[in-house]
């Protein structure tokens, strides 16, 4: 049971370069999110999606797009990277819905990505 | 918007000692309330958790306090151990959504 997975687990991007962040998981949760982690800024929510075919903007979604492929993939992607991007990515999954209310998160391993 | 506000950002502790960490957040529109434990390198897990129909959850060595009125909780830490070191960060979800908040996180370090 591999949970979340994120791919690459590290990457560099020059200015102005578009690249796409993969996230997938396999315990058939309905809720899925993007996070930076930044020093002293903690974990920003970029995108989340409570289900299949929908998205919704989180604290920080400015230079960013997501796609829910399906109900195990959710995909983050920056289409003209810039220095202040650089960060560390963490995708991550809960069950939603009703009942689920007080459902833990699970979280992938990070991409850190570095933007020259 | 800043909507959850975490204090310490960091904090230092002997070992056996109490570490406590607070958080306060701004409206009344969420219905749980998670601390996640992250070790370098790794992803953020889940270490206790309340809702605000209770006042206060302990697990083990772990106790969350919260109080509705002031729309703060907090995450007591009994008999700190070197384990522990850690950066701690408390969250809210939302009542009407999935959306999941973050604090801006504590890095705790317990010295032997």
């Known amino acids: ?116 | 918007q800043q909507q959850v506000k975490q204090s310490p950002q960091s904090l230092i502790v002997q070992k056996g000692g109490i570490s406590i960490i607070n958080c306060a957040y701004e409206n009344t529109a969420f219905d749980y309330f998670p601390w996640y434990q992250q070790f370098p390198g790794k992803g953020p897990a889940l270490l206790i958790a309340i809702r605000p129909d209770v006042s206060e959850k302990k697990e083990g060595r772990f106790t969350i306090s919260f109080n509705k009125s002031a729309k703060q909780f907090s995450l007591h830490i009994m008999d700190s151990q070197p384990g522990d070191s850690a950066t701690y960060f408390c969250a809210v979800k939302g009542r009407l959504s999935d959306k999941l908040i973050f604090g801006t996180g504590t890095r705790l370090q317990v010295f032997p």
Request: net charge positive; proline share 3%; charged share 15%.
């Open chain 1, 1 to 116: 049971n591999a949970g979340v997975t994120q791919t690459p687990k590290f990457q560099v991007l020059k200015t102005g370069q578009s690249m796409t962040l993969q996230c997938a998981q396999d315990m058939n949760h309905n809720s899925m999110y993007w996070y930076r982690q930044d020093p002293g800024m903690g974990l920003r929510l970029i995108y989340y999606s409570a289900s299949e075919g929908t998205t919704d903007k989180g604290e920080v979604p400015n230079g960013y797009n997501v796609s829910r492929l399906n109900k195990r993939e959710f995909s983050l992607r920056l289409e003209s990277a810039a220095p202040s991007q650089t960060s560390v990515y963490f995708c991550a999954s809960r069950q939603s819905g009703t009942g689920s209310i007080g459902t833990e998160a699970f979280f992938g391993q990070g991409t850190r990505l570095t933007v020259v």
